[in-house]
T-cell receptor, first 115, second 112 residues
Framework: GQQLNQSPQSMFIQEGEDVSMNCTSSSIFNTWLWYKQDPGEGPVLLIALYKAGELTSNGRLTAQFGITRKDSFLNISASIPSDVGIYFC???????????????FGRGTQLTVWP | EAQVTQNPRYLITVTGKKLTVTCSQNMNHEYMSWYRQDPGLGLRQIYY???????DKGDVPEGYKVSRKEKRNFPLILESPSPNQTSLYFCASSLLATGELFFGEGSRLTVL
């Protein structure tokens, strides 16, 4: 399957700091998405991006769909303790000859926030 | 309440003993998928289904089977589980194949 390179693997920050993580791919994607997984739960969708260059915010979260369609970043401003969790990027492409949308996930960024 | 329900949430079994993890969604979603999550490897797709009676392999389908006889249900079958299938499994669904997935709470499987 296609490989998404997500970095950093982990982050340890103090409450109030800003956070930035990104995802790159050697392939072009039609959609980029960011999910968050709280401990012991399933991932939850944070932001979905559908157009190259698109910049979208959701509260303290901001994500962008790279112009080349091969990358995306997620920023979290003024972090709080409940931001703790694993953040996953995901990219969707359409297989050649098929209308099915395959969704590929990065390996995740583990975020720890110290009070 | 819109949800994806998986059962069992936790299971310890032995090598070779067939098991089924059920998945049900109440959102009338066409698209359903199974993922496994392993430390350092993220979420890897096992199988997915675009609609009833339409299923296809993901990235790691070996050792698994699925069926989609009804729109709401998408069970994952391990015919002869092996220790390398010890993992955390997630079922997810979405309207069509938008990528905007709703995930279940996960099923932690241990194969001894």
């Amino acid at each position: 399957g296609q490989q998404l390179n997500q970095s950093p693997q982990s982050m340890f920050i103090q409450e109030g700091e800003d956070v930035s993580m990104n995802c790159t791919s050697s392939s072009i994607f039609n959609t980029w998405l960011w999910y968050k997984q709280d401990p012991g739960e399933g991932p939850v969708l944070l932001i979905a991006l559908y157009k190259a260059g698109e910049l979208t915010s959701n509260g303290r979260l901001t994500a962008q769909f790279g112009i080349t369609r091969k990358d995306s970043f997620l920023n979290i401003s003024a972090s709080i303790p409940s931001d703790v969790g694993i953040y996953f990027c995901a990219g969707q492409s359409f297989d050649r000859g098929s209308t099915l949308g395959r969704l590929y996930f990065g390996r995740g960024t583990q975020l720890t926030v110290w009070p | 309440e819109a949800q994806v329900t998986q059962n069992p949430r936790y299971l310890i079994t032995v090598t070779g003993k067939k098991l089924t993890v059920t998945c049900s969604q109440n959102m009338n979603h066409e698209y359903m998928s199974w993922y496994r999550q392993d430390p350092g490897l993220g979420l890897r797709q096992i199988y997915y289904s675009m609609n009833v009676e339409v299923t296809d392999k993901g990235d790691v389908p070996e050792g698994y089977k699925v069926s989609r006889k009804e729109k709401r249900n998408f069970p994952l079958i391990l015919e002869s589980p092996s220790p390398n299938q010890t993992s955390l499994y997630f079922c997810a669904s979405s309207l069509l194949a938008t990528g905007e997935l709703f995930f279940g709470e996960g099923s932690r499987l241990t194969v001894l």
